[in-house]
């Protein structure tokens, strides 16, 4: 059920009608983030001892689409914060001090809790930032690398796509099917002709990915060019597509560590997150003690 304001609630405008709110607040809508700025916040309404500002609704107002459409969201919106607060003031006027107290006890649970989380998460990462070092997840992968095991091939690709009229076409070939390091440079120079390219090829994919960077690929033909390590060339009307399968891994063959490097990463921070919030609470106390910041009477 919506509340109704009343003539007994107090709720006062600071201009003489809602309709000289709203033309004020449509003039600054455009404006309203210079004015909160430059310390010319405009006070719009009073609910008892609340006080909605524009600044409390600037959000909001970038949303509206019209003048009309905003009138009437203005209105709406200035009326609904005015039901909650008076609803509030009224709370606490007619609950029994009873449920005021227990509903306080609450809240300040509430926020205690919150704060401490919040606490807690933020030590916890500072601290996974200085443990959680490469070698302490290579070794962590060394250790359990047969438990990681691939669900789907990997593919390690490199793969240019261009117009059929490319000047330099034999040598961009050349270059492709070398590449060395000064062959990238040469092709990274001209990947503003390529219609498409994926020239990162340290970089594990799985099928998907791959059909994706590779323009010509699809479900149906990706079984004939995914199916071993093979360099391709395959043209259309337009342009030739250069295509090589570097490396792949079969399903069930044991992930890559720079695959699953991240997974790890989560899996190790898992484990002593579980640790490191078991001991926190205790040595907050036992330092509290040390320090006299906890005494018992």
């Given at each position: 059920m919506k509340y109704r304001l009343t003539k007994n609630d107090k709720v006062i405008y600071s201009y003489k009608t809602i309709g000289s709110i709203l033309a004020v607040i449509l003039i600054f809508i455009t404006s309203c983030e210079s004015i909160v700025n430059n310390g010319q916040?405009?006070?719009i309404a009073r609910a008892e001892n609340h006080y909605l500002y524009l600044s409390d609704i600037k959000d909001s107002l970038k949303l509206f689409k019209s003048v009309d459409d905003s009138i009437s969201k203005v209105r709406g919106l200035i009326n609904n914060w005015a039901r909650k607060k008076l609803i509030y003031e009224k709370s606490l006027i007619n609950l029994p001090v009873d449920k005021i107290s227990?509903?306080?006890s609450m809240v300040d649970d509430y926020k205690s809790s919150l704060y401490r989380n919040n606490y807690r998460e933020f030590v916890l990462k500072s601290l996974m930032d200085t443990v959680l070092n490469k070698k302490l997840i290579s070794d962590f992968y060394e250790s359990n690398k047969n438990n990681f095991k691939l669900r789907e091939p990997l593919f390690k690709i490199r793969f240019i796509s261009f117009p059929l009229d490319n000047v330099v076409r034999d040598e961009i070939i050349t270059r492709f099917r070398r590449f060395e390091p000064k062959d990238k440079i040469f092709l990274d120079s001209l990947t503003f002709q390529f219609s498409s390219y994926f020239l990162a090829d340290s970089i594990w994919l799985n099928k998907y990915a791959t059909l994706e960077?590779?323009?010509?690929?699809?479900?149906n033909n990706s079984i004939k060019y995914l199916k071993r390590e093979k360099y391709y060339e395959v043209k259309?009307?337009?342009?030739l597509y250069l295509f090589e399968v570097i490396e792949k891994l079969e399903k069930n063959q044991v992930a890559p560590f720079a695959y699953i490097e991240n997974t790890i990463k989560n899996i190790v921070f898992n484990k002593k997150k579980i640790r490191f919030l078991k001991d926190f609470d205790d040595d907050i106390l036992k330092d509290a003690i040390k320090t006299k910041k906890f005494e018992t009477y």
């Amino acid at each position: 059920m919506k509340y109704r304001l009343t003539k007994n609630d107090k709720v006062i405008y600071s201009y003489k009608t809602i309709g000289s709110i709203l033309a004020v607040i449509l003039i600054f809508i455009t404006s309203c983030e210079s004015i909160v700025n430059n310390g010319q916040d405009r006070l719009i309404a009073r609910a008892e001892n609340h006080y909605l500002y524009l600044s409390d609704i600037k959000d909001s107002l970038k949303l509206f689409k019209s003048v009309d459409d905003s009138i009437s969201k203005v209105r709406g919106l200035i009326n609904n914060w005015a039901r909650k607060k008076l609803i509030y003031e009224k709370s606490l006027i007619n609950l029994p001090v009873d449920k005021i107290s227990k509903i306080n006890s609450m809240v300040d649970d509430y926020k205690s809790s919150l704060y401490r989380n919040n606490y807690r998460e933020f030590v916890l990462k500072s601290l996974m930032d200085t443990v959680l070092n490469k070698k302490l997840i290579s070794d962590f992968y060394e250790s359990n690398k047969n438990n990681f095991k691939l669900r789907e091939p990997l593919f390690k690709i490199r793969f240019i796509s261009f117009p059929l009229d490319n000047v330099v076409r034999d040598e961009i070939i050349t270059r492709f099917r070398r590449f060395e390091p000064k062959d990238k440079i040469f092709l990274d120079s001209l990947t503003f002709q390529f219609s498409s390219y994926f020239l990162a090829d340290s970089i594990w994919l799985n099928k998907y990915a791959t059909l994706e960077k590779v323009s010509f690929l699809n479900n149906n033909n990706s079984i004939k060019y995914l199916k071993r390590e093979k360099y391709y060339e395959v043209k259309d009307s337009l342009d030739l597509y250069l295509f090589e399968v570097i490396e792949k891994l079969e399903k069930n063959q044991v992930a890559p560590f720079a695959y699953i490097e991240n997974t790890i990463k989560n899996i190790v921070f898992n484990k002593k997150k579980i640790r490191f919030l078991k001991d926190f609470d205790d040595d907050i106390l036992k330092d509290a003690i040390k320090t006299k910041k906890f005494e018992t009477y």
